[in-house]
């Protein structure tokens, strides 16, 4: 049984940063399996951020490229997101997700197949 689980959201003022960790434990087949970060802003449905394959191909949505940087830990299995340049419109619950490869490309949340519990980001003007 897969499971994910993430830390290090938090509060911040616009223009901070925070970096979200994401472990993984269970087995996963690394040369067919993706992971990838999503998130889902309050009243909205819930969008990719950055995917990532367990080769090191990185994926990123056009509203975070050049703020959020997706990254992959192989020896310990841990998916990282930092996050710089913090916008009030970046606050919502952050998932990591695990999915066959296409779900770093696409960037899809119907692609995931396991998901974790969130961890909340709020980013305050």
């Known amino acids: 049984q897969v499971q994910l689980k993430e830390s290090g959201g938090g509060s911040v003022q616009a223009g901070g940063s925070l970096r979200l960790s994401c472990t993984v434990s269970g087995y996963i087949d690394k040369d067919t399996y993706s992971m990838a970060w999503y998130r889902q802003p309050p009243g909205k449905e819930r969008e990719g951020m950055a995917g990532i394959t367990f080769v090191g191909v990185t994926n990123s949505a056009d509203s975070v490229k050049g703020r959020f940087t997706i990254s992959l830990n192989r020896a310990t299995d841990t998916m990282y997101l930092q996050m710089n340049s913090l916008k009030p419109e970046d606050t919502a619950m952050y998932y990591c997700?695990?999915?066959?490869?296409?779900?770093?490309?696409?960037?899809?949340?119907?692609?995931?197949?396991?998901w974790g519990q969130g961890t909340q980001v709020t980013v305050s003007s």
């Open positions: 997700a695990a999915g066959p490869r296409p779900m770093s490309e696409l960037l899809r949340p119907r692609d995931a197949l396991y």
